[in-house]
């Protein structure tokens, strides 16, 4: 699990990135059952990447059996690809699987509304990045990405989008990349590059509107057609 201590954050408990908050962020890792050492590794753009390790006492693999009203734990179902991911959904009926089935009901959106508390004000301002991807069961070779944005009172085009596909080891820029912007919303933005072989494409995307209500987006459908 992964969490930052601040309590307006709608950012996923569980995911492969966190904002920090105050230049601290905090990560639950779950070990194995046999003792040994651990290693974690925080990087971040701009800074110096940090790397701790500690000793693990190990978990324990004696079988527990629940007693009710507690059901069983059936384990985690195999993935059906294609899989959506984000770095950020604004609600939780705006998860990233939405953004692949093309319904224009629904889709992702980073877009966050938090009323005031007696604690803390409202809050409403779009982030300044995000990123989204697609995980595919097995390597594709890809030359286009088609995605389309919502546009309305909350959400906009972003004012750029980069293209990465995953080498096996991280992320790399594709090459030759352009962009063919929507007109309208529900159009498909089309973004067209040189050839490459991969199982991960991920979409950098940077808000017009940085701060404001009007910046964050929203997407219906993200396809990336196998040639």
């Known amino acids: 699990g992964v969490d930052n201590g601040r309590q307006e ?11 920090a908050y105050h230049g601290k962020a905090l990560a639950i890792v779950r070990t194995g059952t046999k003792p040994g050492h651990l290693t974690l590794t925080a990087r971040s753009a701009g800074l ?3 790397t701790a390790t500690v000793r693990t006492t190990g978990g324990t693999s004696a079988h527990v ?12 179902d195999a993935p059906a690809y294609p899989l959506a991911d984000a770095s950020y959904s604004g609600a939780p009926r705006t998860l990233p699987a ?10 992702w959106s980073n877009a966050f509304h ?12 779009a982030r300044e990045t995000d990123w989204v991807s697609v995980t ?15 546009l309305d009172a909350t959400h906009t085009l ?22 063919a912007w929507a007109e309208a919303s529900g159009e498909p ?16 995307l940077v808000s017009r509107y940085p701060g404001e209500a009007k910046g964050a987006q929203r997407i219906v459908l993200l396809d990336a057609p196998e040639v």
């Open 9 to 19: 954050s709608a950012e996923r408990y569980q995911a492969s990135t966190r904002t």
């Open 48 to 50: 110096r990447k940090a």
């Open 65 to 76: 059996t629940p007693t009710p009203p507690f059901a069983p734990d059936p384990g985690p």
């Open 98 to 107: 939405a953004m692949l089935d093309g319904d224009p009901a629904t889709g």
């Open 114 to 125: 938090k009323p005031a508390t007696a604690l803390l004000p409202a809050f409403e301002g």
């Open 136 to 150: 595919w069961a097995k390597k594709r070779r890809v030359r286009r990405v088609e995605v389309s944005f919502t």
């Open 158 to 179: 972003p004012a750029s989008v980069t293209v990465s596909a995953w080498d096996g080891r991280r992320f790399v820029p594709v090459r030759g990349a352009e962009v």
């Open 189 to 204: 933005t089309v973004i067209t590059f040189d050839p490459v072989r991969t199982a991960r494409l991920r979409l950098d």
